[in-house]
């Protein structure tokens, strides 16, 4: 089946902000109990999020409810959408950690933890809205989000899908999400999803759509170089279906996924991780070596008996006070920890792994690198959130599924102005392949490429660039669900889109 795009193949980029008021120990000084309290908040979060399915899906029976993923407070992703007809902007959380999309409903007030500011999502004003009448309701370390499974129309970056399965939350538990965030998206694989339902991206990448199988991220650390009055301030790029060579330098080394993970697997972004180094001494792995990669966590957790020999290591480190979890390391002392994935080695600093002082006066900091409440063999061993995205280029793949980190460009992550902006015409030269996988490599079918200067486009470009399919195209695979995902309206083409997201975190800070 072959069709021409209806507009001409232009993506579209909108910039990542992050929110330097919002809640992080780099942001402000904090009190040691309200420094507790965050710490084992970030715990609360990956205990929920990377417990096994079986283990899920026991107690989802017993409900007679579904539960979704995990996705934090103080440091996600979030990109505009389109939903409902006519279409609405809303923005969403993007989280590789999950695959399940709910938005926060306009019952959902103060009292069910929506805060004051945040756009919802109004049914009464989509003519192409279903109602599922089934419950949902996903549990996060501070309560439960909760509402009803529902079915609209979802435009993103240029591409619409008729019907689209998503929560409808009428109560948020609390701090699950701030304004101007309304939901979460997320943006791991369909076998992850408890509803059944395949990610909106990964519809795409089933049904042909993009240019390359992917999408990208970029972030920057620009703790320090901007005013503690600005609430947004500039921090990277997001990218979806292409492959845009101006955003990294050199290779990218591209790892496949790990066994019994991807789409026929648990979902994740989970890859094998050849080595760990403290200045220069090896780790031993003692076969722990299973990574998620997940944009939706802030820290790094790993297995408690690596996390021990890595800080002891480390001149200086010890637990920090009663927790066992969580380690300190002298603010003054430098130190690199090494990640070698594909057989490239990945450096981070120790500013990298700084997340502040203890207290306002101390001398000792604390260190990202945390202790894992999920300790199952059945699990990834580590989470790798963004303490370690932000010192690269990352990339997601699904043809194959696959991981790919490189260099940032020169001078770091690259941030672009408020409104979209199109991508270079270099960006869209090469072939309809998706990209290989293994090694590194010339960074897929499209290679290297200059850098040119971006030209801002109207902000609405991404809701005018849409495509279409035939009427009778089915999915490609049943839904596991209550219902399915089902009634696309695309057209099997090679299409290059890049979107926008936002950072609402100091996360980008470490």
């Known amino acids: 089946m072959s069709a021409s795009p209806t507009v001409s193949p232009q993506g579209v980029r909108v910039p990542i902000h992050i929110n330097k008021r919002a809640k992080h120990p780099r942001n402000k000084r904090m009190e040691p109990s309200e420094l507790m309290e965050w710490l084992d908040g970030e715990s609360s979060k990956l205990r929920v999020k990377y417990t096994h399915p079986d283990d899920r899906r026991a107690s989802y029976d017993k409900r007679q409810q579904m539960g979704l ?18 279409f609405r902007t809303l923005d969403v959380v993007l989280d590789t950690g999950s ?3 709910w938005l926060a409903d306009s019952a959902c007030t103060v009292a069910q933890n929506c ?13 192409t809205y279903e109602d599922a009448n089934t419950p949902f309701q996903v549990q996060y370390g501070s309560g439960a989000v909760k509402g009803t499974l529902s079915k609209d129309a979802v435009s993103l970056a240029g591409y619409n899908i008729s019907s689209v399965s998503f929560g409808q939350a009428s109560h948020l538990a609390k701090d699950t999400i701030r304004p101007p965030a309304s939901g979460i998206m997320g943006m791991g694989f369909d076998t992850l999803s408890t509803t059944g339902t395949m990610p909106f991206w990964q ?45 990294y330098s050199g290779d990218i080394t591209w790892v496949p996924l790990s066994k019994g993970y991807g789409p026929d697997g648990l979902g994740y972004w989970a890859i094998d991780i050849d080595s760990m180094r ?3 001494k090896t780790v031993n792995m003692q076969n722990m070596g299973v990574a998620a990669i997940d944009t939706g966590t802030t820290l790094i957790g790993g297995p408690l008996q690596l996390v021990e020999q890595i800080h002891s290591m480390i001149p200086g480190a010890r637990p920090m006070g009663q927790s066992s979890q969580y380690y300190t390391f002298p603010c003054k002392n430098k130190f690199e920890l090494e990640f070698v994935f594909g057989g490239r080695a990945f450096q981070l600093s ?14 000792s900091c604390v260190s990202a690198i945390f202790v894992s409440p999920t300790q199952s063999k059945r699990m990834p061993a580590w ?49 309809e392949n998706p990209i290989s996988g293994g090694g590194g490599g010339g960074g897929g079918p499209l290679g290297g490429g200059s850098m040119v200067t971006l030209k801002p486009n109207s902000d609405s470009s991404w809701k005018t660039a849409s495509v279409d399919v035939p009427d009778n195209l089915q999915t490609l695979r049943p ?20 979107l926008g997201v936002c950072l609402v975190a100091a996360l980008v800070a470490l």
């Open 203 to 247: 519809i795409l990448a089933e049904r042909h759509m993009m240019h390359d199988y992917l999408f990208s991220f970029q972030l920057t650390t620009n703790f320090g170089s901007v005013k503690s009055s600005d609430e947004i301030n500039p921090g990277g790029v997001f990218t979806l279906g292409v492959l845009d060579s101006q955003q």
């Open 383 to 431: 989470i790798v959130g963004d303490s370690f995205l932000k010192t690269v280029f990352s990339a997601f793949g699904s043809s194959p599924p696959n991981v790919g980190f490189a260099n940032l460009p020169k001078g770091g992550a690259q941030t672009l102005p408020l409104t979209s902006v199109p991508l270079p015409s270099s960006s869209q030269d090469g072939g």
């Open 278 to 280: 403290v200045n220069g």
């Open 69 to 86: 993923g995990d996705s934090g407070a103080d440091s996600y992703y979030f990109a505009p959408i389109g939903i409902g007809t006519p």
């Open 479 to 498: 839904g596991k669900g209550p219902f399915d995902s089902a009634s696309y309206e695309m057209r099997p083409m090679p299409w290059i889109v890049s």
């Open 115 to 127: 805060p004051s500011g945040m756009v919802k999502y109004d049914a009464s004003k989509s003519s």
């Open 99 to 101: 695959s399940d999309f």
């Open 350 to 363: 120790n500013e990298d792994l700084n997340l502040g002082p203890i207290s306002t006066f101390s001398s």
